[in-house]
């Protein structure tokens, strides 16, 4: 069950909050509860939170602190910031820190669950976002970063190799597709990709692995044959090599992953 965290140094306001999301919640969400910046931080340490609803004025850790600091963990919950100032600076700060919404004290309950549904959409989104982040290979993101401009043999070899894929192609077979000596071509390759012509095949043809696990039905085995491997025992034992993972075990992270964003 996710989590919903509501920090505020008023009692009264803090309850009233938790109730109000407990009822509309039905158990979706479990909601917690804290009394202090410090507090909120102290929990967040050793659990996760989809949501923060906090007070903006609170002693030793306000409101913008907390949210500037939770900005800096690795999966930081989205955030509603409440406040009895309408205070244009405070709000133009929260915007800044990525504040999804700003309430006003004394709280409308309707107002409220408003919020916290856009949040929770946003936060989705944000889940959406890092998992597809996480599908691309590091390295392969570098080769096509808009800065790197590539040769016009690069060029061609990467949209080859792309086009050949699911085929046996090799370094030789695209230096002849190129009409260039194949030698010269693999340093020049590598000069510019910082990649070998090997690796980079092998780091394309997982990738594409990884999009057709967690985006078709398709079999483990008729995945190695479209990614370009003759046996899925190869197949199996590459995939693992470099994602840390069998194909099945990754499919299977991907769905529960999306489970949970559901």
């Known amino acids: 069950m996710k989590n919903i965290l509501v920090v505020d140094d008023e009692p009264r306001t803090r309850e009233g909050i938790r109730k109000t999301l407990e009822m509309w919640s039905s158990g979706?969400?479990?909601?917690?509860?804290?009394?202090?910046?410090?507090?909120?931080?102290?929990?967040?340490?050793?659990?996760?939170?989809?949501?923060?609803?906090?007070?903006?004025?609170?002693?030793?850790?306000?409101?913008?602190?907390?949210?500037?600091?939770?900005?800096?963990?690795?999966?930081?919950?989205?955030?509603?910031i409440i406040s009895?100032?309408?205070?244009?600076?405070?709000?133009?700060?929260?915007?800044?820190?990525?504040?999804?919404?700003?309430?006003?004290?004394?709280?409308?309950?309707?107002?409220?669950?408003?919020?916290?549904?856009?949040?929770?959409?946003?936060?989705?989104?944000?889940?959406?976002i890092e998992r597809m982040q996480k599908l691309v290979d590091p390295k392969l993101l570098e080769t096509v970063r808009e800065e790197k401009v590539y040769s016009?043999?690069?060029?061609?070899?990467?949209?080859?190799?792309?086009?050949?894929?699911?085929?046996?192609?090799?370094?030789?077979?695209?230096?002849?597709?190129?009409?260039?000596?194949?030698?010269?071509?693999?340093?020049?390759?590598?000069?510019?990709?910082g990649l070998t012509f090997s690796d980079y095949v092998t780091r394309r043809r997982v990738q594409r692995a990884k999009e057709l696990l967690t985006g078709t039905r398709l079999s483990i085995a008729e995945v190695a044959e479209h990614a370009g491997y003759q046996t899925p025992k190869y197949f199996v034992k590459v995939f693992r090599d470099l994602e840390g993972v069998s194909p099945g075990q990754y499919r299977q992270q991907w769905l529960d992953q999306d489970a949970k964003i559901q």
């Not at 917690?32 to 659990?47: R, T, V």
């Open 28 to 80: 979706r969400y479990r909601i917690e509860i804290a009394a202090s910046g410090g507090e909120a931080l102290s929990w967040l340490e050793s659990h996760e939170a989809s949501l923060l609803v906090t007070d903006i004025r609170m002693p030793e850790i306000n409101g913008l602190e907390l949210v500037e600091r939770i900005g800096r963990m690795p999966h930081p919950p989205v955030v509603i």
């Open 84 to 128: 009895g100032h309408s205070d244009f600076e405070y709000a133009r700060t929260a915007l800044k820190f990525g504040v999804v919404d700003y309430l006003l004290k004394p709280l409308d309950k309707t107002k409220l669950v408003q919020a916290v549904e856009t949040a929770l959409q946003r936060e989705q989104l944000n889940d959406k």
């Open 152 to 193: 016009p043999q690069v060029q061609k070899a990467l949209l080859y190799i792309d086009e050949h894929l699911a085929e046996s192609v090799s370094l030789r077979e695209t230096a002849e597709h190129l009409h260039m000596n194949a030698s010269y071509f693999s340093v020049h390759f590598k000069e510019q990709t």
